[in-house]
């Protein structure tokens, strides 16, 4: 059974950094992902890693945030730097063992509970 435990949330003013981690357990192997959910708004994808290490962004955040990962720790990262207020939501990792990679949040079959992200302006 493959765990997914989020941290790294927290409360920052617009502009400022953050950096989430996802121990995953082993689950690095798969295609990993990020997306989050705002209050009131459906659940949103933000970036995911393929199991070769192929990395794919939102539009509203390429350029500002990072994916990676570190196998050797089964921890998967996500840098989000030049935060926005509109990046205010609860952010979860994700993991699909299937052969599949993609922002489709049909295809990840674990996940974590979240870490909440809130930016002031």
């Known amino acids: 059974q493959v765990q997914l435990v989020e941290s790294g949330g927290g409360s920052v003013q617009a502009g400022g950094s953050l950096r989430l981690s996802c121990a995953a357990y082993t689950a690095t192997r798969y295609c990993m992902a990020w997306f989050r959910e705002a209050e009131g708004k459906l659940r949103e994808w933000v970036s995911y890693i393929s199991a070769g290490d192929t990395t794919r962004y939102a539009d509203s955040v390429r350029g500002r945030f990072t994916i990676s990962k570190d196998n050797a720790k089964n921890t998967l990262y996500l840098q989000m730097n030049n935060l926005k207020p509109e990046d205010t939501g609860m952010y979860y990792c994700?993991?699909?063992?299937?052969?599949?990679?993609?922002?489709?949040?049909?295809?990840?079959?674990?996940w974590g509970r979240g870490t909440q992200v809130t930016v002031s302006s």
């Open positions: 994700a993991a699909a063992s299937g052969n599949i990679c993609s922002g489709d949040w049909r295809i990840y079959n674990y």
